[in-house]
């Protein structure tokens, strides 16, 4: 029947439909379990052997360390291939040229030998100097400190002379900071002032700790050697000496009063003793100089002082200086007294140029008093001074060549007090 076989066709292909549909969802099944299964295994593989993303990034980043090296070793390459340097040029001992002769480097090669720039030793390459340890290691950290005997550009003299220089100049330093900058001075009325040291007058260099004591001679010794001679002040004042005794005694020479102004009257008297003494003094081989006692108030008395002195001194040999004397007096009036500064450094010249005129050697005598405070020693610096002060140092910072050390002592050929002098040198050379 017709109706049978339409209906078994449609029945049929119905049949066949659902068959290839349940075909495919369990392929489909398959299909995902396999999957599943993969992705399972990957993760498990991934946690026992420490891959994954992880992994896979530090693969990648070494993957980049790596070209980046690559690039770097090509680019070094290209720089070195392209560079015009030699050997030659690398030579160490080339830099920077240290005075060295140009082929050294070349030298250096010769022969396996290499030559100490510093001391000029050559030794073997690879011997034992060569490959001291200890020596290598040294000049590395010299060579860290840029103080290597070749990178060194400071010569050893050079750097004697700048220790030199630097040790000289702390001793100027120290010097200038010992010098005195003022004086404490004492007047006759028993004040004090603090006079400032005249920087324009030449300081005396005297080193004061090479006086040498042994009363009642004062002794000056320079390099261990004695330099300084020994004297005595003689006047009237000293009645009658034995000066053969004073020499014995270990006297050189001697300054004696020639006279002196009347510091009221105004005259001129001279000394009672001074020709004996002159005459007895040459007689005993002592050395002599002389001094005057002025009271002049002008230029005109100082000129008539200094003429008195050199007719007193006619005929005689007179081998130290002619000293100019003034000195205020003790509890009583001066004719002097009336006179400023600048009058009585005025006076002091006339009376000394006219000495040396006549071909003899001058000196300004006094104390602390009056060199600092009475005259104008900055103008009367041409002139060698005769310092009085009693002590066993003197305390005056200027030139002189004699100083009074003792009006109280005692010595054979003197019956009284006698004054004892020290000159720094032998005026009668």
């Avoid at 993760?43 to 090296?69: I, M, P, R, V």
């Avoid at 050697?225 to 005595?232: A, I, Q, T, Y």
């Avoid at 270990?250 to 001074?274: E, H, T």
């Amino acid at each position: 029947m017709k109706l049978h076989d339409d209906y078994y066709e449609e029945e049929h292909s119905s049949g066949s439909k659902t068959i290839y549909i349940y075909m495919i969802l369990i392929m489909s099944a398959v299909i995902l379990g396999v999957t599943a299964l993969v992705f399972w295994a990957n993760q498990s593989q991934s946690k026992s052997d420490g891959s994954g993303y992880a992994a896979a990034l530090a693969q990648k980043e070494a993957k980049a360390a790596e070209e980046s090296k690559k690039m770097e070793a090509n680019a070094s390459e290209n720089v070195i291939a392209e560079s015009k340097l030699t050997s030659d040029d690398l030579d160490i001992w080339t830099l920077p040229d240290t005075g060295r002769e140009k082929n050294t480097s070349q030298s250096n090669k010769n022969n396996g030998t290499v030559t100490n720039q510093t001391t000029g030793e050559t030794v073997v390459d690879g011997s034992e100097s060569a490959s001291d340890s200890s020596s290598q290691s040294k000049t590395a950290d010299e060579l860290s400190n840029g103080k290597t005997s070749v990178y060194d550009m400071t010569t050893k003299e050079e750097l004697s002379e700048e220790k030199e220089s630097e040790s000289e100049t702390v001793e100027e330093e120290d010097e200038e900071e010992d010098e005195v900058q003022s004086i404490q001075v004492k007047h006759a009325d028993g004040t004090k002032e603090w006079v400032d040291v005249n920087e324009n007058i030449p300081r005396n260099k005297y080193n004061f700790s090479n006086l040498k004591y042994q009363k009642p001679l004062m002794n000056y010794y320079e390099d261990g050697e004695l330099v300084s001679k020994c004297g005595v002040d003689i006047s009237a004042n000293q009645g009658e000496v034995d000066f053969s005794k004073l020499k014995n005694a270990g006297c050189d020479f001697v300054m004696l009063k020639v006279g002196a102004r009347g510091y009221s009257s105004g005259n001129i008297v001279l000394d009672a003793n001074f020709q004996d003494n002159i005459r007895a003094a040459k007689k005993a081989g002592l050395d002599v100089g002389v001094y005057f006692c002025s009271q002049a108030v002008s230029k005109a008395e100082a000129r008539e002082e200094a003429d008195e002195v050199l007719d007193a001194i006619s005929g005689f040999s007179i081998k130290y200086p002619i000293a100019f004397v003034m000195e205020t007096v003790d509890e009583d009036m001066a004719r002097i007294e009336a006179l400023d500064k600048m009058e009585r450094t005025q006076i002091a010249q006339v009376f000394m140029n006219r000495i040396e005129d006549a071909g003899y050697k001058s000196m300004i005598y006094g104390d602390k008093e009056w060199l600092l405070t009475m005259v104008d020693m900055e103008d009367l610096q041409d002139y060698d001074v005769w310092f009085a002060q009693d002590s066993d140092e003197p305390e005056y910072p200027y030139e002189f060549g004699i100083w009074q050390y003792d009006s109280d002592a005692t010595i054979k050929g003197i019956s009284g007090d006698a004054t004892m002098l020290m000159s720094f040198k032998d005026y009668a050379k």
